[in-house]
């Protein structure tokens, strides 16, 4: 069983950069066709795709988000990232990491972070 957990600071000033660890356990990043993905949901936008990264190291990134996010992995600890730059109050949502590209098998439990003015 693929099992997620994030982790990273629940708050951080505007204009700063927000960073979030997903932890995997029960398989590799790097296994051949596996997908890892950012997802976060607020009140405001709902659920909404953040970006992915391949088992290659491939990025893809949302067409709203590109210009202010990185997904980045450290396969020895078996750990991809997130970095959302110039953050702003819209972007306080509960961040989620999930396994899959477009279906999303397995999430870990979320965190909230909140950007403050």
């Known amino acids: 069983q693929v099992r997620l957990q994030e982790s990273g600071p629940g708050l951080v000033e505007a204009s700063q950069t927000l960073s979030l660890t997903c932890t995997v356990s029960?398989?590799?990043?790097?296994?051949?066709?596996?997908?890892w993905t950012w997802i976060r949901q607020s009140p405001g936008k709902g659920l909404e795709w953040i970006g992915y990264?391949?088992?290659?190291?491939?990025?893809t990134y949302s067409s709203s988000l590109k210009g202010r996010t990185a997904i980045s992995r450290d396969t020895s600890k078996n750990q991809f990232t997130l970095q959302l730059n110039s953050v702003t109050p819209e972007d306080t949502a509960v961040y989620y990491c999930?396994?899959?590209?477009?279906?999303?098998?397995?999430w870990g439990q979320g965190t909230q972070v909140t950007v403050s003015s």
């Open positions: 999930a396994s899959g590209g477009t279906y999303w098998d397995s």
């Open positions: 029960g398989n590799s990043i790097t296994t051949n066709y596996l997908y």
């Open positions: 990264i391949a088992f290659s190291g491939t990025t």
